[in-house]
């Protein structure tokens, strides 16, 4: 049974950071692309960060870029999403996700549909 368990959400002020993680089981972890996404109330889920399996290549939403790092230790089977320079805007329900495409030769996937296994989320909320 596949299990992905977010932690590390919380409350913080604009211009904070926090640091979440995502620990898999389950599942041949170092084969997963993992991503993250999220869901403010009222919209629909959306990407934030992705990187491959061997974590080489990462890819971000330009909202993000140069504040949000994705990155992953596979012998841990944790994937992990620093935010720094947090801005009201990231107050959402953070999910991290997992597909199997880059190393079966498909291209790095972006969309909530394209993945197959999904944590239980973890709030964020960050205010002004």
């Known amino acids: 049974q596949v299990q992905l368990v977010e932690s590390g959400g919380g409350f913080v002020q604009a211009g904070g950071s926090l640091r979440l993680s995502c620990a898999a089981s389950?599942?041949?972890?170092?084969?997963?692309?993992m991503g993250w996404f999220r869901q403010a109330p009222g919209k629909e889920r959306e990407f934030v960060a992705a990187?491959?399996?061997?974590?080489?290549?990462?890819y971000y939403v330009d909202a993000v870029k140069g504040r949000f790092t994705i990155s992953r230790d596979n012998a841990k089977n944790t994937v992990y999403l620093q935010m720094n320079s947090l801005k009201p805007e990231d107050t959402a329900v953070y999910y991290c996700?997992?597909?199997?495409?880059?190393?079966?030769?498909?291209?790095?996937?972006?969309?909530?549909?394209?993945?197959?296994?999904w944590g239980q989320g973890t709030q964020v909320t960050v205010s002004s």
């Open positions: 996700a997992a597909d199997r495409a880059t190393i079966i030769g498909q291209p790095m996937n972006f969309t909530p549909a394209s993945y197959d296994y």
């Open positions: 389950g599942l041949t972890f170092s084969t997963y692309d």
């Open positions: 990187i491959n399996w061997g974590g080489g290549s990462t």
